[in-house]
């Protein structure tokens, strides 16, 4: 059983930076993050599998780094040049399940989730 817990969400004005943390229990899992604005669906944004390898979603490829210590069971997601869009509730997330790096955006692949920590950008 994995515990995820979120921090480092806040409030910020569009172009302005903030850093997601993640703390995991210490279990070699994919890992993602994933966003819900209200009224819309849970949209992944960043993945990395036990490899070390990450995958973009196309609306923040180049702004967002996503990277982890294992050493320190810590996943981040460096966010910069925020936009007004990416407004929303941040969850971290973990796959047991190997189809999840062939589908690492794929919100029904993952079976573990933190409790979230929300962003808002404001123009």
């Known amino acids: 059983q994995e515990q995820l817990v979120e921090s480092g969400g806040g409030s910020v004005q569009a172009g302005g930076s903030l850093t997601l943390t993640c703390t995991y229990s210490?279990?070699?899992?994919?890992k993602a993050w994933f966003r819900q604005a209200p009224g819309k669906e849970r949209e992944g944004v960043a993945s990395?599998?036990?490899?070390?390898?990450?995958r973009y979603a196309d609306s923040v490829k180049g702004r967002f780094t996503i990277s982890k210590d294992s050493g320190k069971s810590i996943l981040e997601l460096q966010m910069n040049s925020l936009k007004p869009e990416d407004t929303g509730m941040y969850y971290c997330?973990?796959?047991?399940?190997?189809?999840?790096?062939?589908?690492?955006?794929?919100?029904?692949?993952?079976?573990?989730w933190g409790q979230g920590t929300q962003v808002t950008v404001s123009s």
């Open positions: 990395i599998n036990v490899d070390a390898v990450t």
């Open positions: 210490p279990i070699d899992y994919n």
């Open positions: 997330a973990s796959s047991s399940l190997s189809e999840s790096w062939s589908f690492p955006f794929s919100a029904k692949r993952y079976n573990y």
